[in-house]
């Protein structure tokens, strides 16, 4: 995991946590954070995907849904999407729900959409928040034996990173979800099974998060009474834990970039910059 500490940008923010940026601006910040952080972000997409690049579900139902929620940040989007196109290549599909964004990103989804690398696509007129569009996310794909919830602001940066989440959830039952950590903090190793995992006695960041069909029949979707920016990550590792089941995160902590954005970010009123708080 590397998470980019600090960066000049000007986000607005109001008392509910929602951020949003100037489009213009936000492009403006994020071509300056790829020039200090090059190496670790994906070139731009220059053509369609050839099919040994993007894969479509092979089995009837091994496959994972991948489910984004994203509202405005079109350049982090951008990003995020890139690199899952990039490094991937586990049977899955690609699901996006819009919570009403109006810089952009509905038409950058759209084309997307439009040549194949995204399967589902959702486009709200309001924001109803995260718990709900990535329920709706959630329930496109009934059959899918996983749902990974992805959110935009990360950057994969490693190929196999899908195949190796898969491979621990099925082997280790005990496990009610598993997730890369995106936390500042670290957990110990621990085997089981005969595998290397971090458990986690609370609950996981929900970043990148999946989420097997058993766990699913057993305790059903993200809680959506929290309001737009709650605590539906929470609420799912308790009912989790209550459910007999443990959480942990995977064994690599490095496994790709965290935009620094969201309620997670403090921002300086004075000097606009921004310190990434997770």
Not at 139 to 149: H, R, T, V
Request: hydrophobic share 35%.
């Amino acid at each position: 995991m590397r998470h980019i500490s600090e960066f000049l940008g000007l986000y607005l923010q109001n008392p509910k946590g929602v951020v949003n940026s100037n489009p213009q601006i936000s492009q403006e910040e994020f071509r300056a954070i790829i020039q200090a952080n090059r190496p670790y972000f994906p070139p731009p997409i220059q053509k369609p995907l050839t099919i040994l690049q993007y894969e479509k579900p092979v089995f009837p139902e091994k496959y994972v849904n991948i489910g984004m929620v994203t509202f405005n940040r079109l350049e982090f989007t951008k990003a995020a999407l890139t690199a899952l196109f990039q490094h991937t290549c586990f049977p899955h599909v690609i699901t996006v729900v819009d919570n009403g964004s109006t810089d952009g990103t509905p038409e950058y989804l759209q084309s997307l959409h439009q040549q194949g690398f995204i399967t589902n696509l959702i486009l709200l007129p309001s924001n109803v928040g995260i718990a709900k569009a990535s329920n709706l996310a959630w329930s496109q794909e009934p059959e899918a034996e996983y749902y990974l919830k992805l959110d935009n602001d990360i950057v994969i940066q490693k190929p196999g990173w899908l195949s190796r989440m898969v491979e621990v959830i099925d082997r280790i039952p005990e496990l009610g979800a598993i997730a890369y950590n995106f936390e500042r903090e670290s957990y110990p190793v621990r085997e089981i099974r005969g595998l290397p995992v971090r458990p986690k006695i609370g609950n996981l960041n929900g970043a990148c998060t999946l989420i097997p069909k058993r766990t699913h029949q057993s305790l059903g979707f993200w809680c959506e009474d929290y309001g737009l920016y709650g605590e539906e990550d929470a609420d799912y590792g308790l009912r989790i834990h209550l459910h007999g089941l443990q959480n942990a995160y995977m064994e690599d902590e490095k496994v790709g970039l965290h935009l620094p954005a969201g309620r997670a970010a403090h921002i300086d009123a004075q000097s606009f910059k921004a310190t990434d708080g997770i």
